[in-house]
């Protein structure tokens, strides 16, 4: 028996194919790192809850991020410039009564007491001098963030495309998670 | 010795996240290079304009200081764009 030939007979990979197959790593490694983006789920339609998700994403996008945010089920009250009843079925109508018609007239999440406590908080930010809603959302639009509006939350609570501002985009889960999963930063608002 | 300079931006008053947006768009005005002072009376402003700086990559934080102005402390920050 020579048993001395048989590390011969294993093919010994040379260093080029070494190189390439580190090189074909490196670039599926680089597909999938994080961009500078920050991805925000609003799904609230309180007034504070909202207001901190327009100052994330107003300070992320000053800071040179991309930032995407995704509206669903009562964060879309915020995106809505006015409310239209025909064409809604009776839940649905119950609904757009029952809810904010735009993002001037959002609840706050503790101590509401039927718009007064959004009023104070309102009057309150007045004072000190912090952007109003309105004006963080303006803003957000200047700074290039990508606003989507939930399609399915949209279509469920009955919400007509034309109710809703311009200017959006609309999208599902997969729409929200293709930025988000190339996000460093993402938030359930 | 005081920082040199080639803009202002007087963002006093403002609030989060105010002066920074302010001085993302004032920078832009800028050339590469060049040093753009802000005004800030946002105590926070202190910390952000160090975020900024750290996250940036055009954005270079060259000083900052604080100054009393009207009684009232005003946070300086020199912000140098970098390309």
Known sequence: M?????PQSIPQPTLEDKVRALEQRLAALEERAPEDRV??????????????????????AAMGQQVSMFFTFWGLAVLKKSTELSGKSFFQKAMAVMSPGSSES??????NYFGVGAKMLRTMMKQRNVTSL?????????????????????????????????????????????????SRTSLFI | MSQIFDRVLDARGLNCPMPLVSARKEIGN?????????????????????????????VELVGQETETMDGASVYVHFVKRAS
């Open chain 2, 30 to 58: 800028l050339e590469p290079g060049q040093i753009l002072k802000v005004l800030s009376t946002d105590r926070g402003s202190v910390a952000d304009f160090q975020g900024w700086a750290k996250v940036a990559k055009n």
């Open chain 1, 134 to 182: 309105e004006g963080m959302m303006q803003l957000a639009r200047e700074l290039g963030v990508r606003m989507i509006a939930c399609e399915m939350s949209r279509d469920l609570m009955g919400i007509q495309p034309a109710e809703l501002q311009d200017g959006l985009e609309c999208g599902g889960v997969a729409a929200f998670l293709a930025d988000s999963l190339k």
């Open chain 1, 106 to 111: 959002l609840p706050v999440s503790k101590m």
């Open chain 1, 2 to 6: 020579e048993p001395s030939s048989i």
């Open chain 1, 39 to 60: 991805s925000l789920i609003v799904f609230s339609g309180d007034l504070d809850r909202v207001l901190a998700a327009f100052v994330i994403a107003t300070g992320a």
